[in-house]
């Protein structure tokens, strides 16, 4: 019988999938990594989220293992060319949690034009400032979507929705695709000179990582508010953050940031700055959705080889 390790939070369904398909599978969740070293070498499977990082010298120990899967759609917390050379599969599940992630950027475009947490924070606190926050609103102004992918044309068609022009920058956008959307395919020099707001839907990778650097800022509009619900090493935090004190930039809504856990981050505490602890795909419905899909590929991979 295979054996599976599930070594983050999981929706407990994806346990009773393994169970159901003849898989023996243990939940471990926030083992230091030389412990994980140290027992993964019993396993055929590792079931993931973002916490585990599975590194080269874990993959090393990793003897009998064949497949790791993450429940999510970001993999840079696996070290793929590694599991690569061992002969070891790296899934995803790249649809399960596409729609969480889209509604949260949409939930923080509103809150950054609003400046609603901060808006939140003054009322609780008894202090009624109704002068002091003065938001913008998002119908006709025009939305830059850096990434079209899964979860970019789901923000795209939101914006749409929301009476936004939307603009993309994706060089694996296809014109055709961009006219189903109801998007306008562009540059990204162009994306970043014409945005009102500005929302990242891009893995990380070499080609996006510092994407939004100095640079990038110095060539859009003056009070700019940007979204980023994708990586936080796809924006330069200290450019961001001079961009911030400078007036340029009106606002940003961050839900990852550049060291995750993210205790202490430069951007903390600053007025302009909307927070939330990489919630992204933090639904019931994509939880359940993402260790369901993962579940029943692990199991199909390790039962069928397919
Ligand atoms: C993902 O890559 O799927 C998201 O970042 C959500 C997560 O942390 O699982």
Redesign the pocket.
Known sequence: MPKVLISDKLSPAAVQIFKDRGIEADVKTGLPPEELKAIIGRYDGLAI??NTKVTAEILAAATNLKVVGR????VDNVDVPAATARGVVVMNTPYG?SIT?AEHAIAMLFAVARDIPQANASTHAGKWEKSKFMGVELTAKTLGVIGCGNIGSIVAERGIGLKMKVVAYDPFLSQERAKALGVEKVELDDLLSRADFITLHTPLTDATRNIIDAGALAKTRKGVRIVNCARGGLVVEEDLKAALDSGHVAGAALDVFKEEPARSNILFGHEKVVCTP?L??STTEAQENVALQVAEQMSDYLLTGA
């Open positions: 989220r973002s429940a999510g759609i970001g949690n992630t990489h992204g795909a």
